[in-house]
Structure formats: C-alpha cells, structure tokens
C-alpha cells in the first residue's frame, strides 16, 4: 500500500524498553502457553488452524491492509472476490466443515454468501427430503445456486408467528402460491438478497383449504440463472447502510402473487397432500423452528473467540502502554531509573479486563456442553425421539442471549480500555464491534430469547413442585440442571453461604450452592406473583429476564467447575488434568469468573439471603486477591487463545508489541493524505465564493 507521509527517520523510540515489554510479560508465566493453546483446539484441530492460516495469510484476494479505509461498493466487491476465491479453495483443498470454519474466521469479513452457508444449505438439510436435497442441497454445495435465508420482515421479525407472507395451496395445479400482501410483508434485512442469491428460502403462512398452519419453509427461485434478473413479479433490492456489516448485501423482497410446486415446500416433518391439500401434522409443532435452534448453538460455540479477541488487543496494549510514575510503588528498571508504569499494572485496569479472559474460558467449556448437547438432540431426533428439543430450545436460547450480550459489553469494555487510541479504526475494535453487534439481535432479540427460556424454567418448576414427591424427579437430577437446584431449594430454602473468610469463597461448592439457591429463589417467586398473585406476564418481563440470566449464569459456572474436577474423555480435559500448573491457572480464572458474576449481581445473592452484606465484602476482597493472583500471567493467557494478527487487523494487539510503529505507519497510508485540496483555505477568494 502506498505511503502517503513520509515518516522522518531519525526518531528513536521513547520507552527502551517497548518492544521488549511483552517479552518480559511472557516470560512471568507460571504455565506453559502452547499446553493451553493445545488444550484450547485439540491436536487435529491445531494442524488445521496452521494449514488454513498459511493459505489465507499467503493470498493476496484475503490481504486486508487496505479494509479500514474502504467505503461500501468497495468493501462489498471485496467481499464478493473474497468468497469466490474461498469457493475455489475448497473445492481445490477439498475442505469439510471443520477447515471451512477456520477458512471464514480468519477472512472475518461478512459476505455475500455467509447466509447461504450459513441458514440455506443448513435449512435443506434439517428439512429437505431425501428428493428435495438431491434438487436444492447438492447444487448449493457445489455453489451452483446461491440462497439466502428470508423469514423476518418490515413489520415483524421476534414475532415468527405473526408473518404476513402467505403460501396459499392451488389443488388445480398442485402448486403454492406466495404473495406479500401488504408493505409490511416485504422480507427484510435478508443475508446475501439484496445483490447475490438467486435462490431463497421464504417462510411463510401455510395456508390450505382456507385454513393457516402457522409458518413453513418454502425453496424459491428468486433470480433468473442466466441473467441473475429478479424473476417476474418479484422485486428485490438491498436494504442500505447499515451499523455495521457492509460487506454483506442484506437485502428486501416482495413477491406478487409468484407460483411453485408444491414439491418447494420443505417437507422433512410436515406435508400437503396432493390435490386434496390435506395437512400432515409434523411430530412437534416446533420443528420448522428448526434452523433457528441450530444458528443459536453455533453461535454460543463462537463467543469465546469473540471474547478472546478483544482480551488479546486490550491485555496486550495495556502492558505495552505507560501513563504516569506510580508514586507509592514507581517502576524501577535495572539501571534504577525510574518509568512510568504499564497501565496493565492499575488495579481498576486489570478489573476492567481481567474477567474478559476468564468469560472466554467460560465460554469455551460452556460451548463443549452445547455442542455435546446437540449432537445427542440430532442422534436421537434421527430416530423420531424429540425429547431433547424442549431442553435445547431452552438452553441455546437463554445462553444465545447471555453470551452475546457479554460479548458485546466486553468487546465495548475493552476498546475504551485502550483510551483514545481504542476509538481509531486501528484498534482492531471498530469494523469487528460494528460486525458482531447484529449477534444481540437475529437469530432472536436477546430479550425476546429469554422468556422462551424463562417459560421453561417457570413450566419446570411447576411440574416439580405440584408433584406430591417431588423427590420423584431426584433421578433426573444428574441429567437436568434445572431439576437438580429445584430439588435443592425445596431440600433448603434458607440455606445460607458458610465462608468466613475471602478465600472461603474460592470453594467450588459454595459457588455452585450460591448460583443454585439464587436461581430456584428467584423462579420461586415469579412462580408465586403469577400463579398466586395474578401479575401478568407482562408486568413480569424484568424479572423473566433475570430468571434466564441466572440459569445462563449458573450453566457457565456449572460447566466450568465439572470441567476442572469431573474426569472425561474428552482430549482437552484430559490435558489440562494432567497438568498441574494448567489447573492452577485455570482454578484462579475460573474463580474470578465466578465470584466476578456474583459480585456483578449482588443484588440477586443478597435478596434471596444466600449471603449476608459483610459476607459481599468478604467476596469484593476476594475479586482483587484473584487479580493480584492472575495479573503474571495475563498476557500469556490471551497468547495462548492464538488469535493470529492478521485476524486481529489491530496496531494496539500485535504480538510484537509494535504499537506506535504501526500507529504511525497505517495512518500514513490513509488516502486523505494523499488527497490534493483544489481549494488552499487561506485563500480570501476561496472563502468569499464559498460565502462562508
Ligand atoms: C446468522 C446470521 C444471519 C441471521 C439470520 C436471522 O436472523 S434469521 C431470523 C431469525 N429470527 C428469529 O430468531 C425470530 C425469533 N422468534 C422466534 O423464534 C419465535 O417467534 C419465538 C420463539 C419468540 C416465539 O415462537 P411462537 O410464538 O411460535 O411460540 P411460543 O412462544 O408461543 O411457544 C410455544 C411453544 O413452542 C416452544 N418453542 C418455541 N420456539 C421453539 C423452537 N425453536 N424449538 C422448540 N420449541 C420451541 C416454546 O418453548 C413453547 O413450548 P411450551 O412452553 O408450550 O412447551
Ligand atoms: C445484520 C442483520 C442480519 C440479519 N439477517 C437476517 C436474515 O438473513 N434473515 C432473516 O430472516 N432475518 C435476518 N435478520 C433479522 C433479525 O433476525 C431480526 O431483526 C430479529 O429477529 C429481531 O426482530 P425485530 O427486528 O422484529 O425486532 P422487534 O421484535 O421489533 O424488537 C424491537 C424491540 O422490541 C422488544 N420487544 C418485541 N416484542 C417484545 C415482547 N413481546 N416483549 C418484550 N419486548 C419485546 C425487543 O426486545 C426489542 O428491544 C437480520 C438482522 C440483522 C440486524
């Protein structure tokens, strides 16, 4: 890229020390980082990452050096070279989900086809027949047609129910007919629509013989193959600027009265007869919900590698940057002079930070549950066992919201953690904040994700205590969380926490018991306003909310706690349990995200009276005994995440330490410096013209 300033040579760094700062970091820590790093993505999955990173790194169509100065038509060509060049790749490389993965992380840029991989393909195969996956899904594998996902629209998006598009059966000609009846049913904010699919899977009112079945999902060809025009009584457009996510053409469609076969009607679970368009029930009424349960689990799977890379840019800018001589403790270096200390070094600094590190380990054992969990769902629903689904709806809903929500407070919490220079786009926090932001939102509004939640712990709860034995349920206890503290709480309303001292509250029990007691406290007495009190649901919201959060919050801690004790098979637990210096560091993160929750929430543990007020204090004491605890090893627990620094795009994260090198030299290359004014400001004539 060209330079557009030239920088003068003869300045010297101001701190000697700079570029040495992290080493000095690295080299406090009490664990080995490639142990961790290896506990992290397993054996194979760490060939992979090599494998994918060399390829990416090495192709000039994946170079990102000019992304932060691109405006939208740019980014989006960009975007558009990027993904047929990925398309290349994997055909070339042969890649399978688990390299594909990798691939689409490292290029971090939303694109054109990421519905179509991401919603379409996976909405064929959970519910296409075997006839309409060798139609649809084998030329979208192969990228001969390209899909998008169009379900939310103008008017309504939560409410999936409510869509306005209709699918009205026509037994004449044995064909369904789609129509937007109103402005408000124009498809909205749909992936890849707006310039690129030509083909769309629209869910939309069922209706047959006059009656509704509620929404379903419909394969429609929305573009002409040769032409790539919208096909006749179609329009399409893309829905314009957005926050963020520029690079993707999300986009609206109206559809006028536009007929398919019925054989376009996705009917793994659920059909339409043909001719008498009689209605075959599907074996849960939910399962077209289906692709939504799926996204959601992927993407509780990801938040740790969003938390984790905002961690890395913060931790490590914060070591290397100096502000101030600390006046009771001044940093001496070995000649005895004295410099300013590393911000990293403030207490308030590492509390800010600290706990986003331990959030991602969190989420990283948390993310091993969800997928463990929907895999079981997927092995039993392939024998018709739908069991699970209740769970598992629950579950991913209540994590999806509070997952991404924590992911996006700390990835804001880190950026103003790098004080002014966090606010450039060079930080490494801009274009990543402003592309993940839409996590809070689709695939469920955040809020609206914790009633369904919220309900099942209310229904659960219910059914345990209506019970006349409710010890009934003990045996599930072992498999069903919420059971378990349930049972517990009507075993010990008024169990009280026993810690005397700070370090009292490092103990696994009590932690597990203080998250139990709060969580069964808190539906306890929802339970009670709305059954016994007759408050209506909505005069409850604040508190269903708070129900999801504490059940979300104790699944994390849960997870965490069982994987630092529990034997298991699986490799990484394996790792870290045969390593005792891992699980040392990894108790003292798991504590500080345990007693940091708590002390986030106090309010809950002092309401149910689990704790007593000095007790708070106590665990306040305890959250700054872990930072003490934790802070040598900071920097070498966000290397061990291994975010490469071409993903971190950041000139404050850099594994070197190079900061203000870097600074320097991507703001030279900003084309505004290249930029001749055909105006000189000082000139009198310019400004009376301009009449200013
Ligand atoms: C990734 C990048 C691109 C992004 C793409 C997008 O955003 S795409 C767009 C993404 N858009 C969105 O994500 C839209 C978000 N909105 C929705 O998903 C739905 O409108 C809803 C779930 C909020 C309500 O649905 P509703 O009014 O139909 O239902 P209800 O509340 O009356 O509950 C009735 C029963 O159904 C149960 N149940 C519900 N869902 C499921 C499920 N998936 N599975 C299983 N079960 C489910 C529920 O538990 C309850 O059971 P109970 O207690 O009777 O035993
Ligand atoms: C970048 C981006 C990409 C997207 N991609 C796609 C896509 O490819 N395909 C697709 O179909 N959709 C897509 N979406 C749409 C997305 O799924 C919806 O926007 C999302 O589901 C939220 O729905 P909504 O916009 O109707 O919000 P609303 O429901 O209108 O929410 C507005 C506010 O009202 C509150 N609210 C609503 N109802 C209630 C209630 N009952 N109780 C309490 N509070 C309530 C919500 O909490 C929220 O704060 C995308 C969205 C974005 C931002």
Do not use: C
């Given at each position: 890229m060209v330079s557009y300033v030239k920088i003068p040579s003869h300045l010297k760094p101001s701190d000697p020390q700079g570029p040495d700062l992290l080493t000095q970091e690295r080299n406090l820590a009490s664990f080995d980082v490639k142990e961790l790093t290896l506990v992290?993505?397993?054996?194979?999955?760490?060939?992979?990452?090599?494998?994918?990173?060399?390829?990416?790194?090495?192709?000039?169509?994946?170079?990102?050096?000019?992304?932060?100065?691109?405006?939208?038509?740019?980014?989006?060509?960009?975007?558009?070279?990027?993904?047929?060049?990925?398309?290349?790749?994997?055909?070339?490389?042969?890649?399978?989900?688990?390299?594909?993965?990798?691939?689409?992380?490292?290029?971090?840029?939303?694109?054109?086809f990421g519905a179509h991989r991401g919603m379409f393909i996976p909405t064929l195969i959970g519910q296409g027949t075997k006839e309409q996956k060798e139609k649809f899904l084998v030329p979208a594998l192969n990228y001969q047609i390209i899909g998008c996902y169009a379900q939310t629209e103008l008017g309504h998006g939560s409410n999936v129910k409510g869509l306005e598009t209709t699918a009205i059966y026509i037994p004449e000609t044995d064909e369904f007919e789609i129509h937007s009846p109103y402005l408000t049913a124009s498809k909205w904010w749909v992936g890849g629509l707006g310039k690129t699919a030509n083909h769309a899977i629209v869910m939309a009112q069922l209706i047959s013989n006059g009656k509704n079945y509620g929404p379903h999902p419909f394969v429609v060809q929305i573009r002409d193959m040769k032409?790539?025009?919208?096909?006749?009584?179609?329009?399409?457009?893309?829905?314009?600027?957005?926050?963020?996510?520029?690079?993707?053409?999300?986009?609206?469609?109206?559809?006028?009265?536009?007929?398919?076969?019925?054989?376009?009607?996705?009917?793994?679970?659920?059909?339409?007869?043909?001719g008498t368009g009689e209605y075959i029930n599907p074996p849960n009424q939910k399962l077209s919900y289906g692709t939504m349960v799926l996204v959601r689990a992927i993407i509780i799977s990801g938040v740790r590698v969003t938390l984790a890379r905002a961690a890395t840019i913060a931790i490590r800018y914060s070591a290397v940057r100096r502000q101030f001589i600390d006046k009771d403790e001044p940093k001496k270096l070995e000649d005895g002079s004295i410099v300013e200390t590393s911000i990293l070094d403030y207490t308030m600094q590492q509390y800010r930070l600290f706990p986003v590190i331990a959030q991602s380990y969190a989420c990283f054992f948390t993310a091993k549950m969800m997928v463990n969990l929907y895999t079981e769902y997927t092995k039993q629903s392939s024998s018709g066992d739908y069991s699970l689904l209740a769970d598992l709806h629950a579950s991913s809903s209540g994590l999806k919201s509070l997952t991404t929500t924590m992911a996006v407070d700390s990835i804001e919490d880190c950026r103003r953690a790098c004080g002014g220079h966090g606010y450039s786009s060079f930080s490494g926090f801009v274009k990543f904040y402003q592309d993940y932001l839409p996590n809070t939102t689709w695939e469920g509004d955040n809020y609206i994700l914790t009633h369904q939640t919220a309900r099942y712990l209310l229904k659960t709860f219910r059914q345990v205590t209506s019970h006349k034995n409710p010890e009934i349920y003990a045996s599930q206890s072992n498999k069903n969380p919420t059971i378990s503290y349930i049972l517990q709480y009507l075993n010990e309303p008024n169990q009280k926490c026993t810690a005397i001292t700070p370090s009292d509250f490092n103990n696994h029990e009590i932690q597990l018991r203080a998250f139990k007691h709060r969580v069964a406290f808190l539906i306890a007495n929802v339970v009670d306003q709305i059954d016994n009190q007759k408050k209506s649901w909505n005069s409850m919201l604040v508190e269903i909310n708070r129900i999801s959060r504490a059940h979300c919050q104790y699944l994390l801690v849960q997870n965490f706690i069982t994987a630092l004790h529990q034997p298991s098979e699986d490799e990484s637990l394996r790792m870290l349990h045969n390593s005792p210096a891992l699980k040392e560091v990894m108790t003292s993160i798991c504590n500080l995200f345990v007693l940091h929750t708590m002390e986030k929430d106090i309010g809950d543990f002092l309401e149910s009276e689990y704790l007593t007020t000095p007790q708070a204090r106590l665990l306040r004491i305890q959250v700054y005994n872990l930072l003490k605890e934790i802070r040598p090893n900071a920097v070498s627990l966000v290397d061990a995440f291994l975010i490469p620094d071409s993903l971190l795009c950041s000139a404050l994260g850099r594994y070197d330490g190079k900061v203000y090198e870097t600074m320097i030299d991507w703001a030279s290359k900003e084309p505004l410096n290249g930029m001749t004014l055909d105006f000189n400001p000082n000139n009198d004539t310019f400004i009376r013209k301009a009449k200013l």
């Open positions: 992290l993505y397993g054996i194979k999955d760490l060939e992979r990452y090599h494998t994918i990173l060399k390829i990416i790194e090495n192709d000039p169509v994946f170079d990102k050096s000019n992304i932060y100065f691109m405006g939208r038509n740019e980014l989006f060509e960009h975007a558009i070279k990027k993904e047929k060049r990925l398309v290349q790749l994997i055909r070339e490389n042969k890649w399978k989900v688990e390299e594909l993965q990798f691939a689409e992380w490292f290029l971090d840029m939303p694109g054109p032409t790539h025009l919208p096909l006749p009584s179609i329009t399409i457009g893309d829905i314009g600027p957005k926050f963020g996510f520029n690079s993707t053409d999300n986009g609206f469609i109206l559809f006028e009265h536009v007929r398919i076969p019925r054989f376009n009607m996705l009917s793994k679970f659920s059909q339409i007869k043909k």
